[in-house]
Every structure is written in structure tokens, then in C-alpha cells.
């Protein structure tokens, strides 16, 4: 009798937990902000980048471009992941153009290359949105270094989206003149930009000994407050030269892959881990929607070098505060260690 009691007392328990859990869960999902198809400018026939766009985040920002009528060239590391992504979209909508081309971001002779076959192949009507989404993070504790000799998450996340903005610049303009409409950057940043701290005497910690958090590789950490810095001085100097084309960053959310589980995170953290992502965790097209509003919202079209998260405006206080003289500090080195000339930049 006891027994009986026992189980049906547990069996209940697990039951009430269980709704109070999925309520909680539904109840953050619904008061996230949202894309308002209703206010988008249009993008039909326009011509869009999104770098690391054969998975995750960046396939789900191309299939909703796609669906708006643009012409999306995915600029992917493995061109045979993103032909499969090609035909993966093409089941689903026949709208827009889909075109894959090869981009090693950890490869600055690869951006270029990339800069020069878009120019040549698709820059008839320029660029309006840029969507710098290609990231890596590599597992705790582990350096790894770009072609170049680059530590790879600074070098891949944030070096190769330096130079490959800067050398598209001419392109975002020429849109932005033809279309007398502002052309768009999109930087997909993180939270774990707030764990970032940047050593500009030794940027690819070839001295510092670096020291991990629980959560995050402090390399990723770094690259993604260099994302957050790049965005403050790309719009302060765009704005300076008068040059028509915004800048925002976005954080995603918890995006529900299974990369960062695989990490050997001790037991407990992965505990965490796993708890956070059931009751904040996205789909890749929920993780994809700040990006896409930032790049078509008709209510950003005259803001730049902002932040922003689940499709609203990241408000100052609920986030670091970026350090202008970093930001600046930041391009300068960075126009170093690219080698980009002065007649690659517009800025």
C-alpha cells in the first residue's frame, strides 16, 4: 500500500514538474520579440551575402531570404555542404536565387579571391545585405591557428569578416546609391561577448597564458567582444564618410545544436547546459529571426552600431558597455595584421 502511495505520489510529481517546466518554457518563447513581415523593406531581387551559411543559423537566414525573393549567394568554407543546403531550401521554396561560392575565412588570400569572383560574377547590381554569420569555437583549453597564423576563433570571427567588409564596401555603396536605400551589415555577435577581455599587445595570446571560463573558450569570448567593437567604430566611420549602409550586431540566443554538449565539459556544466537550452534554447530559424530583422526592418533603417537580441533593441543596461577607444584601438589593429590597403577601403 505504501509502494502504491509512494509511486502515484512521484508519478505526480514528475507530472506537475514536468507542465510547470514546458509553461515556463512556452511563456519565454512567447514574450521574445518577433519578425514583422508586415514592416519589411523589399528584398526581392536583391542581392545578399551570408557567410557559414550551409548549417545552422546561417542555412536558416538564407532559406528565409530566399523565401523574401532575393538572390542569396552562400559563401561557404565546403562547397559540397552548401550545394546539399541549396537543394535542401529548393524543396521547400522555389523563390529567389540560391549561389554557392567557396570562402575560407581563416584564409585572407580566400576573402580575397572570394571579393574578386563576386565582383566579377554578381556585383552588376552591387550588394544590399551583408550577413557576416561564419563562426568557429574551438573546445576549452584548445588553440588552433589560422593559415595565416592567426589564433583561429579571432582570426575566422572576427579578422575574416574585417576584411571581407571592408573589400565589399564599394559594392554596399554602389546598392545603396542604386537603390536609394540604405544596404545593410549584419554581424551575429554572442552573449559570451561579456566574458571577453582583449590584450592589445598580444591579441593572439602568444604570450598570455589564457584561462578558460566554465562555459565558454576564452578565445571565443574575444572574438565575439572584437564582433561587438567592430560594429561601434564600422558604423561611427560609415556615418563619418557619409556613407549609406548601417551596422547592427546580434546576439542569436541559445541555439539548440549539439556542438557545444559534444565539448568535454565536466558533468555538471553540461547539467547546466542542458537545463539552460531546454528553457532558453531556439531552433535555428528562431536563432536566425534578429537577423533577419536587422536586415530588413523598415524601423532600423536610420540606426547604426547598435546591438540587438530577440528582434528588439538591446538596451545599454542590460549589456557591457562598449569602450570607444577599444573599438578604434580594434580597427587599427586589425587594418595591421590584414595588410588592407588604402585603396581596399573606403573607410
Not at 519578425?35 to 542581392?47: A, C, R, Y
Not at 570562402?103 to 547590381?125: A, H, I, M, P
Request: charged letters at 25%; a positive charge; hydrophobic letters at 40%.
Amino acid at each position: 500500500m505504501f509502494c502504491c502511495s509512494f509511486c502515484l505520489s512521484l508519478f505526480n510529481w514528475i507530472i506537475i514538474t514536468a507542465v510547470i517546466s514546458f509553461g515556463i518554457k512556452f511563456l519565454i518563447k512567447k514574450l521574445r520579440g518577433h519578425v514583422d513581415i508586415t514592416n519589411e523593406v523589399d528584398i526581392s531581387g536583391k542581392t545578399v551575402i551570408v557567410t557559414g551559411a550551409s548549417d545552422g543559423i546561417g542555412k536558416a537566414t538564407v532559406e528565409e531570404f530566399a523565401t523574401r525573393g532575393a538572390r542569396v549567394i552562400l559563401a561557404c568554407r565546403n562547397l559540397q555542404k552548401a550545394e546539399r543546403c541549396v537543394q535542401q531550401i529548393r524543396s521547400r521554396t522555389t523563390n529567389g536565387e540560391l549561389i554557392a561560392l567557396h570562402l575560407n575565412l581563416s584564409s585572407l588570400k580566400s576573402v580575397r579571391n572570394f571579393v574578386t569572383e563576386f565582383n566579377q560574377k554578381y556585383g552588376d547590381k552591387g550588394l544590399s545585405i551583408l550577413v557576416n554569420n561564419a563562426g568557429v569555437g574551438n573546445p576549452l583549453g584548445v588553440r588552433k591557428l589560422t593559415e595565416d597564423g592567426f589564433e583561429e576563433s579571432f582570426g575566422v570571427n572576427h579578422l575574416g569578416h574585417f576584411l571581407l567588409t571592408n573589400l565589399l564596401l564599394p559594392q554596399l555603396d554602389k546598392a545603396a546609391k542604386e537603390e536609394e536605400m540604405p544596404s545593410r551589415i549584419v554581424t551575429v555577435s554572442s552573449g559570451a561577448a561579456r566574458f571577453g577581455k582583449l590584450n592589445f599587445e598580444d591579441l593572439m595570446f602568444e604570450k598570455t597564458p589564457f584561462v578558460d571560463t566554465a562555459f565558454f573558450s576564452q578565445f571565443l569570448c574575444n572574438s565575439k567582444l572584437a564582433n561587438n567593437l567592430f560594429n561601434l567604430e564600422l558604423a561611427k566611420r560609415l556615418r563619418a564618410k557619409k556613407v549609406n549602409v548601417r551596422s547592427y550586431a546580434v546576439c542569436p540566443g541559445v541555439v539548440e545544436t549539439n556542438t557545444v554538449l559534444e565539448f568535454p565539459f565536466p558533468p555538471v556544466v553540461k547539467i547546466v547546459l542542458w537545463i539552460t537550452r531546454f528553457f532558453m534554447g531556439k531552433t535555428p530559424k528562431e536563432g536566425a529571426e534578429t537577423t533577419v530583422y536587422c536586415s530588413t526592418s523598415k524601423y532600423l533603417t536610420h540606426h547604426s552600431g547598435e546591438m540587438y537580441r530577440n528582434c528588439e533593441f538591446w538596451d545599454y543596461s542590460k549589456r557591457p558597455k562598449l569602450n570607444e577607444q577599444d573599438a578604434k584601438l580594434l580597427w587599427e589593429k586589425s587594418e595591421k595584421l590584414v595588410l588592407l590597403g588604402r585603396d581596399e577601403s573606403m573607410l
